[in-house]
């Protein structure tokens, strides 16, 4: 899908535009002291790999246009982030460009009436096709990409795993095997990092590939409501094995206290074997723990087959902007997101955090230096059938209380059955909330 180009405003139009814009605005609104340039506000969720790219992209689009002047401001992460979100563009307080969710988390802001429609613009030219279906709404798109594709999966430490001369496991049974062996030598066998509540998922959505590769209609199915989570044996193997480590002993001391920078802290030290969690996280890896960075390695959640091994594979986030943004600053942002979707972007995105995977902008290489981790996934995306999208970006439907259930699950607060059947009444909601045909 390539989007019909549109041409750009002429010099006086954009002048006039200009004009109007720096006449409707009331002092300070554009924060420069000549009163000659245009400040741009930027929000982003407050991680390492939301906020480095942010700041270089920020950084190399004023240097290159000095006349905008691109400020990053920061939110929490997770629901607490998108409540901030949510409510800011309700009430029309939202910064002129900001990050977020692709996929189905995109149809819940209501991008038809609250974000700017992209379609037309020339520069949506440079971007993969298969990313506009994620920040689309009917025939409109409305965001732009930032940082490359992502796993679900399995960091380890490899030191750990030569010292016990252990494999990478393509199976289920092979990991809990690797768990046994690795708690036996006096190492936490899995890390996880609660007080982050969106790192609790990652055994149920990074399982997506086995679940499609067990049931290959199940997304179609989920999203007209024909089964669920608790109804699909496939599905519920998620939330089991969400227990069963917690169940087995096999997390870390601290796992309810501890947040993602922390859990990188523990596996580059040894202190933990293996951290379920995105490979976006490699770039703070990489930043903070520089001298072990190689000692951590990736692989993909195994399931029961190691036939079918494979990778389920989030596409980037993206940028937007809200229809509060306007004039003159409404013209800026457009040409901020044109730099993002280009190669030059790209560069600016390098130099400030490690690529975490492929770029989907076109004519965005990756450096030959990659992080381990990151050189682990890519023969993933080299083989057919060896990746799969996330649920939400093949169904519309995320109910957006799973991260506070499967805290509950991987606690042992609460069974995998209750887990998963709590979890379809939340996206029971959320379905009939978006009005989804068959709920």
């Not at 535009?17 to 300070?28: D, E, I, N, T, Y």
């Not at 999966?153 to 690795?182: C, H, S």
Request: net charge negative.
């Amino acid at each position: 899908m390539k989007p019909p180009h549109r041409s750009r405003w002429t010099g006086l139009a954009a002048v006039l535009v200009a004009a109007l814009a720096l006449a409707s605005c009331s002092p300070g609104d554009l924060g420069s002291s000549d009163g000659d340039k245009v400040s741009l506000t930027f929000l982003v969720d407050n991680s390492d790999a939301s906020v480095r790219p942010a700041e270089g992209l920020a950084k190399a689009f004023t240097e290159k246009n000095p006349d905008v002047e691109v400020k990053v401001e920061v939110r929490p992460q997770g629901g607490e982030g998108d409540n901030v979100v949510k409510t800011r563009l309700s009430t029309g307080d939202m910064t002129d460009v900001f990050l977020y969710n692709s996929g189905s988390l995109l149809q819940a802001l209501k991008p038809a009436e609250t974000l700017v429609s992209l379609k037309g613009e020339g520069f949506l030219g440079n971007i993969q096709d298969t990313f506009f279906p994620t920040v689309s709404a009917g025939d409109e798109v409305y965001g732009v990409p930032i940082g490359g594709a992502m796993g679900g999966g399995v960091l380890y430490n490899r030191a750990v795993y030569d010292r016990l001369g252990l494999q990478v496991p393509k199976t289920w049974a092979e990991f809990m095997a690797n768990n046994a062996k690795i708690k036996a030598a006096g190492v936490a066998p899995v890390i996880q990092t609660y007080q982050d509540t969106w790192t609790s998922q990652i055994f149920v959505l990074a399982d997506f590939h086995n679940v499609a590769a067990a049931e290959p209609r199940f997304a179609e199915d989920y999203t007209a409501n024909k089964t669920s989570y608790a109804r699909s044996p496939a599905a519920l193997k998620g939330f089991q094995r969400l227990q069963e480590v917690h169940d087995a002993g096999y997390l870390t001391a601290d796992f309810a206290s501890t947040k993602y920078e922390g859990g990188l802290r523990q596996l580059a030290a040894g202190e933990g074997a293996h951290f379920p969690i995105l490979t976006f996280v490699v770039g703070t890896l990489v930043a903070n723990h520089s001298d072990q960075a190689d000692d951590v390695g990736f692989f993909a959640l195994p399931g029961d087959d190691a036939a079918k091994n494979g990778l389920t594979v989030w596409t980037p986030a993206g940028i937007y902007i809200p229809k509060t943004t306007e004039g003159a600053k409404l013209k800026a942002a457009k040409e901020f997101l044109a730099f993002i979707a280009s190669s030059e972007g790209c560069e600016a995105q390098t130099k400030a955090y490690a690529p975490t995977g492929p770029y989907v902008v076109k004519d965005c290489p990756l450096p030959d230096d990659l992080p381990r981790a990151v050189r682990d996934m890519l023969p993933y995306f080299d083989a057919a059938g060896r990746t799969t999208p996330a649920l939400e970006f093949v169904s519309p439907i995320k109910g957006p209380a799973l991260e506070q259930i499967t805290v509950e699950v991987g606690s042992g607060i609460r069974s995998a059955a209750d887990g998963a059947a709590l979890y379809d009444r939340d996206v029971e909601k959320q379905a009939k909330q978006l009005g989804i045909p068959g709920w």
